[in-house]
């Protein structure tokens, strides 16, 4: 069975860091694109992030770019989101997916549960 | 399309059938435009339920359907459920060049 498990949501200040994690489990992980996207509680969702499958490709949303970076470790069967340079706009649930292969076609298959994070002072 | 963009509705009844529509990338768009659709209910995560445009996955019922005209894609739930009511979101992705892939939601009522 896939598993998908975020972890590292908490409340942190604006222009803070926070690095979130997603154990993954179930599947051959270095099979597969990764991503990150995130949703503002009652609103709808925003991509935010992907990492190839060997880690070595990476592409972010415009409104990220700069600030975040997505990274993976194969042998953990983990992908990261290293948060810096928050904002109160960035408050959101931070969901992991998979993607259907190691190419980026966005079909995200399988879903994590999702972390909060909230930025706040 | 954007998380940004207001959420749209729509509603039916018991039985019914509905269509959600979703406008394709802006621009130039050359190449295969990939297409995939979710559904969320509320304090849930989404869920896949079309992808490739027509696709459903296994245990996604078949009154789930997907389909294109040229640049719009649509849901059609035929033989609306109560369970049905949720949040839908179309995801369009036709390369690095726009990553802006998620649409603004359709919510579902089923009356």
């Known amino acids: 069975e896939v598993q998908l498990a975020e972890s590292g949501g908490v409340v942190v200040q604006p222009g803070g860091s926070l690095r979130l994690s997603c154990a993954a489990s179930?599947?051959?992980?270095?099979?597969?694109?990764m991503h990150w996207v995130r949703q503002v509680p009652g609103k709808g969702l925003e991509w935010v992030a992907l990492v190839s499958w060997d880690g070595y490709s990476t592409y972010y949303a415009d409104s990220v770019r700069g600030r975040f970076t997505i990274s993976r470790d194969n042998n953990k069967k983990s992908i990261y989101l290293q948060m810096n340079g928050l904002k109160s706009e960035d408050t959101a649930f931070y969901y992991c997916?998979?993607?259907?292969?190691?190419?980026?076609?966005?079909?995200?298959?399988?879903w994590g549960q999702g972390t909060l994070v909230t930025v706040s002072s | 399309q954007s998380a940004l963009t207001q959420a749209r509705s729509v509603s039916g009844s018991p039985g019914q059938s509905v269509t959600i529509s979703c406008p394709g990338p802006s621009g130039n768009v050359r190449g295969y435009v990939y297409v995939s659709w979710y559904q969320q209910h509320p304090g849930k995560a989404p869920k896949l339920i079309i992808y490739d445009v027509t696709k459903r996955p296994s245990g996604v019922p078949d009154r789930f359907s997907g389909s294109k005209s040229g640049n719009t894609a649509s849901l059609t739930i035929s033989g609306l459920q109560p369970e049905d009511e949720a949040d839908y979101y179309c995801c369009s992705y036709a390369g690095v060049s726009n990553l802006d892939v998620f649409d603004g939601g359709t919510k579902l009522t089923v009356l």
């Open positions: 997916a998979k993607d259907s292969s190691g190419s980026f076609f966005f079909y995200l298959h399988y």
């Open positions: 179930g599947f051959k992980f270095d099979d597969y694109t």
